[in-house]
């Protein structure tokens, strides 16, 4: 298996823009998560999936974030609009279930200028 | 929200030496989990501990859940520069949301 996939694995665009970043999970796995990474807060949570439904979306920040997963092998983080604070290394990670190993894909780092 | 804090922040040391990192927090975790991330990569998982007092070890890393399983340690044995990475532990408070430590990044020296 390739591991979890995420893209782009950079992107960097100016405050206003939407920005959508993606994620492919390890096949078979039924849970998804998606994390912030920064060196002032470290990991943090922004939501998590199981089964493709929503189940914790306590740590995203505002309104101006969503995410979706429409299917098992696919899921999406948007930020709309985006704000230079937004400005991290979002990872995307799958398990099998929730309190299973977690398996993380390579990061997308963003940049919002 | 349960905090997870990680001692020391930074870990500079040679090839060789012994280290030891902590992890500590006030609240009660079902599992501890250990990771190490390398630099444009993702965290990879070293080890989960689940009973207070148990200890794990995986060739030179030897890991250590606390009797309270309030904290862990990690212990490195004879440090190699392939040990350079970013450490994290990652609490489960039970809701299957893991909470991740601060961090210690450690930087073993040929």
């Known amino acids: 298996d390739a591991g979890v996939i995420q893209s782009p694995r950079h992107e960097v665009t100016e405050m206003g823009q939407e920005v959508t970043l993606r994620c492919k999970p390890i096949?078979?796995?039924?849970?998804l998560f998606w994390y912030r990474q920064t060196m002032m807060r470290g990991l943090e949570l922004l939501i998590y999936?199981?089964?493709?439904?929503?189940?914790?979306d306590s740590g995203m920040p505002e309104d101006r974030f969503s995410a979706k997963m429409p299917n098992a092998s696919f899921s999406t983080l948007k930020i709309q609009p985006s704000e230079p604070r937004d400005s991290a290394v979002y990872f995307c990670?799958?398990?099998?279930?929730?309190?299973?190993?977690?398996?993380f894909g390579s990061g997308t780092q963003l940049s919002v200028l | 929200t349960q905090l997870l804090e990680q001692s020391p922040q930074f870990l500079s040391i040679q090839e060789g030496e012994n280290l030891t990192v902590y992890c500590n927090s006030s609240?009660?975790?079902?599992?501890l989990q250990w990771y190490r991330q390398e630099p444009g990569e993702g965290p990879v998982l070293l080890v989960t501990?689940?009973?207070?007092?148990e200890v794990k070890k995986l060739k030179r890393l030897t890991f250590q859940f606390g009797d309270a399983r309030k904290d862990s340690s990690l212990h490195i044995t004879a440090a190699q520069p392939g040990d350079t990475g970013l450490y994290l532990c990652?609490?489960?408070?039970?809701?299957?949301?893991?909470?991740f430590g601060t961090g210690t990044r450690l930087t073993v020296i040929p």
């Open positions: 501990v689940v009973t207070g007092g």
């Open positions: 609240s009660v975790f079902s599992s």
């Open positions: 990652a609490g489960d408070a039970g809701a299957n949301n893991l909470f």
């Open positions: 999936f199981n089964n493709n439904v929503p189940i914790d």
């Open positions: 990670a799958s398990s099998l279930t929730p309190g299973f190993e977690m398996f």
């Open positions: 096949s078979g796995h039924n849970s």
